[in-house]
């Protein structure tokens, strides 16, 4: 947004190893939802989220990944403006309201009220 973006577009191929109990699938997809659902609050911008489907074997054994799909849109207060489900390929269509993201940025003036003072220890692998 800092460098004059209107909107995000992550294109991600995420999943989870299919023996893992539902738990802890439902944890990894929750956490991954919340991540991208934040980038779009962060920056007050439309957020637009593809994640592959389907289960891809592993050339070594008889494991491999099941992608969890749930593509999604957001606005730029994170909220859903159109949603995939986790097991079909889908074309989504959402109707984006690109002034929205001005008035959000005014309203919760993330970006302007940063501490940029306080960002040096981020381009540094580990703080002293």
Known sequence: ???????????T?????????????????????????????????PV?????TGFEQSPEDDSGIQFWGNSFVCGPQGEFLA???NDNEQVLL??????????VRRIWPYL??????????LTKRYRD
């Open 1 to 11: 947004a800092l460098a004059g973006a209107d909107l995000l577009l992550y294109p």
């Open 13 to 45: 191929a995420i999943g989870w190893d299919p023996s893992d109990d539902d738990g802890e699938k439902q944890r990894q997809l929750n956490a991954w939802i919340t991540i991208q659902r934040a980038h779009g609050i962060a920056n007050g911008l």
């Open 48 to 52: 637009l989220v593809a994640n592959r």
């Open 83 to 85: 949603q995939a489900d």
């Open 94 to 103: 959402a109707d984006l309201d690109m002034q929205r993201s001005e008035s």
């Open 112 to 121: 302007r009220d940063r501490r940029v003072d306080a960002y040096g220890d």
